[in-house]
């Protein structure tokens, strides 16, 4: 990556002008994962493209040239770069921010070393972390995640933090359930297939928000599970499948020990490792109104 990198830098400073500069870097993503990335910074703006290399350093192990990959990054940072600066001022001002403050679900275990630079609240095994929803007409909807140095400048609490995002969250982004037949159905039409696809299977639902961004949050929404589960009459398996959306199972004899199992399947060989929520279920009784991490200790037999 080194040897890549530095050849892409090259490339790139002979291809655009010599007031814009060339910036590399590390990015730390969800879960510890670590990506590098390509910014194109020009004079007098604020705000620049973050291209990530991981695509491209695979088409220079392919034998791509450096300067074919570098003229396309150039497309793209060109493609996307905003005409303007961008107003931050909204920022800075807790008064102005406070309403687009919104939560995300993570996984606290493999988040550590992220959650020593930024507030978060507890939620089972998971935590709560806080990001401000930016809408743009230009940029359109992008996000700035919240870091103990924004809450030092704006003199607030992570409870009032946390207070502000529970209100704002189920307002901004509501969250949406679809029956997995529906889902189905657009993404391959109607056919025997897919009769046969949903009869083998358990009856499923996924939730998500309206943006589909970060949507396994909605799990935590004020009554949206116990509403679920009242109007089906009963309880409820919650399959974290990404931190974008979770699936619903209403509970009919269903093994939760084999739904882990499943869920461990799936996050090691299909979620990219980055949008991985949880290894296990959740587990909603609607008679006791309460929600808990379902982890067996035993063997299941599926």
């Not at 998971?126 to 400048?153: C, P, Q, R, W």
Request: hydrophobic share 40%.
């Amino acid at each position: 990556m080194k040897e890549f990198s530095a050849k892409l830098l090259r490339e790139i400073e002979k291809m655009i002008p010599a007031d814009q500069k060339v910036e590399f870097s590390s990015i730390m993503k969800n879960n510890g994962v670590t990506e590098e990335a390509v910014s194109i910074l020009e004079k007098d703006k604020n705000i620049s493209p973050t291209i990530y290399l991981k695509e491209f350093y695979e088409w220079y192990k392919d034998g791509v040239e450096p300067a074919e990959i570098a003229a396309e990054i150039i497309r793209r940072n060109n493609e996307f770069k905003l005409k303007e600066s961008l107003d931050i001022g909204f920022f800075v001002n807790y008064e102005k921010a406070k309403s687009r403050i919104v939560f995300k679900l993570i996984n606290r275990k493999k988040n550590r070393k992220l959650l020593e630079k930024i507030p978060y609240v507890n939620y089972m095994d998971l935590v709560m972390v806080f990001y401000y929803l930016i809408h743009d007409e230009e940029a359109g909807n992008a996000t700035i995640l919240i870091h103990n140095s924004h809450l030092k400048m704006w003199e607030v609490t992570v409870e009032e933090v946390y207070k502000q995002a529970r209100a704002n969250t189920p307002v901004l982004l509501p969250a949406a359930i679809t029956g997995m037949r529906e889902i189905i159905e657009q993404m391959m039409g109607e056919s025997k297939e897919v009769e046969a696809l949903i009869e083998d299977g358990f009856p499923m639902y996924v939730m998500t928000n309206s943006m589909k961004m970060n949507g396994a949050a909605t799990m935590a929404y004020p009554n949206v599970i116990r509403n679920f589960a009242n109007a089906i009459g009963k309880n409820v398996f919650i399959i974290p499948s990404s931190v974008h959306e979770v699936i619903l199972v209403p509970e009919t004899g269903t093994e939760g020990g084999c739904l882990n199992d499943m869920v461990r399947e799936v996050n090691e060989t299909q979620v990219d490792p980055k949008e991985v929520l949880a290894d296990h279920v959740y587990y909603y009784d609607r008679v006791e109104n309460r929600m808990q991490s379902y982890v067996y200790e035993h063997v299941s037999y599926c």
